[in-house]
């Protein structure tokens, strides 16, 4: 008996699927710098899946943004590239889905599943100015670093290279795929003092280390360990003579912070997770590829819904479908927020934070303070204290602050919407306390 698939087959969800268009991603950047976002989602490019950009809503301020969310107001926040809290609308979208499913769980599955998945899909595909059909849905980042590079067709002797800036997630997924493979991992450093990276210093250090076997270059678009943010589509086009290499960039911290797209960025794939500063619904993420780079990986667990790359590669089983219908919502006020807005909105809470950290003799920025190559995280060490000693002394005055989790290790602060300039100055004030 031939295994049938429990779910759809391909045009069932509600998604055209696009054989003739072939060309899925915007990879014109200075059309959509010169045109903007919408023009080139309403048709210039040829994008007939890509809804036009949902239209900021100019009105809401950042305290009716802070006003959706339930963060104790007794913290500050500036763990948000951690784990995100639910906004209003994710937190009421999966209410309402959850108790569909308690009341009926096969029924409201059968009637709604497909709208659903295909509405995220949708929101994804808008934000992203991507194709819905070339994106899967993944529980995290994670998980889409492990199915993606654990599903690249490599050979013997190929070589994966990344970086030693990248994280476990990434490093760890790379091995196991080479392993496999007979494949082999090199890592290079593309700065050796983030602080003072370069760009032509990171696209020349990426650009030398492409070997004769060369297959695939995995990067990540913000570093969470330093704060350093790649200019991705420059290094993409510094390779792009180089044939079949694939680009993969884990994507998790520039999502819900930069006002790009694929096509601005420019690489093969994208993938993050959506529960960090989209404020998706915790254990939602995605992975995008572009058409031509989908063929180059192969799915590891079993879809549910069938008939293109992107649904064969995403992994069926049921999920906690509550949140991850809900994560269109996610999608849609950052939509109304505006992608622009919030790009500037955390980037100036961050040099805020930069500036002044920078001007305390006893503190060390090893972030950037070029806003070209550094985003929404602040790295930062404090002479005679562990980064582990900072956090906690800044616990105690109710400020959220991590360690990061590499060699060597720093503290850091991410602010990000739920943060005020005034919450920025009192962190400096108990940073400056710490002498
Ligand atoms: C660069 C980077 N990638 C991936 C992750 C893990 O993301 P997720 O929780 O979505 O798997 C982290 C940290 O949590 C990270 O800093």
Redesign the pocket.
């Known amino acids: 008996m031939g295994a049938a698939r429990p779910f759809r087959q391909a045009g069932e969800n509600g998604l055209k699927e696009d054989s003739n268009l072939g060309h899925d991603d915007v990879d014109r950047r200075q059309l959509l710098v010169r045109t903007g976002v919408a023009l080139a989602a309403a048709g210039l490019t040829g994008l007939d899946e890509v809804a036009a950009a949902p239209r900021a809503d100019a009105a809401l301020g950042w305290d009716d943004v802070r006003a959706q969310f339930r963060v104790s107001r007794s913290l500050i926040h500036m763990g948000g590239?951690?784990?995100a809290s639910h906004p209003g609308p994710v937190r009421r979208a999966i209410d309402r889905h959850r108790r569909g499913l308690d009341a009926d769980p096969v029924g409201y599955l059968h009637r709604n599943g497909d709208r659903l998945e295909a509405d995220v899909l949708r929101a994804a595909g808008s934000y992203l100015v991507a194709r819905p059909t070339y994106i899967a849905l993944t529980d995290?980042?994670?998980?889409g670093?492990g199915l993606l590079y654990g599903g690249l067709s490599l050979r013997p002797g190929d070589e994966v290279l990344t970086t030693t800036h990248?994280?476990y997630?990434?490093h760890e997924a790379l091995r196991l795929a080479a392993e496999r493979a007979g494949a082999t991992v090199r890592r290079v450093a593309l700065y050796r003092d983030p602080a003072r990276a370069t760009e032509d210093e990171l696209v020349g250090n990426l650009a030398r280390a492409i070997g004769p076997n060369t297959r695939v270059v995995a990067l990540?678009w913000?570093?969470?360990s330093t704060g350093v943010k790649l200019p991705v589509w420059r290094l993409v086009q510094s390779l792009s003579r180089r044939g079949s290499l694939l680009v993969c960039l884990?994507g998790?911290?520039g999502l819900g912070v930069e006002n790009e797209t694929v096509g601005s960025l420019g690489v093969d794939f994208l993938v993050?997770?959506c529960?960090?500063w989209l404020f998706g619904p915790r254990g939602t993420?995605l992975v995008w590829g572009r058409a031509s780079a989908w063929p180059a990986v192969r799915p590891t667990i079993p879809a549910f819904s069938g008939g293109s790359p992107a649904r064969d590669f995403t992994p069926g089983g049921f999920h906690s479908f509550e949140h991850r219908w809900a994560l269109a919502e996610a999608f849609r006020l950052h939509g109304r927020i505006g992608k622009g807005r919030v790009a500037a909105r955390i980037h100036a809470l961050n040099r805020r934070l930069k500036d002044g950290l920078a001007s305390l003799s006893h503190v060390t920025l090893l972030t950037p303070r070029s806003e070209a190559l550094s985003s929404g995280i602040v790295v930062f060490s404090v002479d005679r204290l562990s980064p582990n000693a900072v956090v906690s002394a800044l616990a105690r005055r109710r400020i959220v602050a991590t360690v990061t989790p590499y060699t060597p290790s720093h503290a850091r602060l991410a602010p990000g919407l739920l943060n005020t300039p005034g919450e920025v100055d009192r962190v400096l004030a108990a940073v400056r306390a710490l002498r």
């Open positions: 590239l951690y784990l995290s980042t994670t998980m670093l990248d994280f997630a990434t990540t913000v570093h969470s884990d998790v911290h993050a997770g529960h960090k993420g």
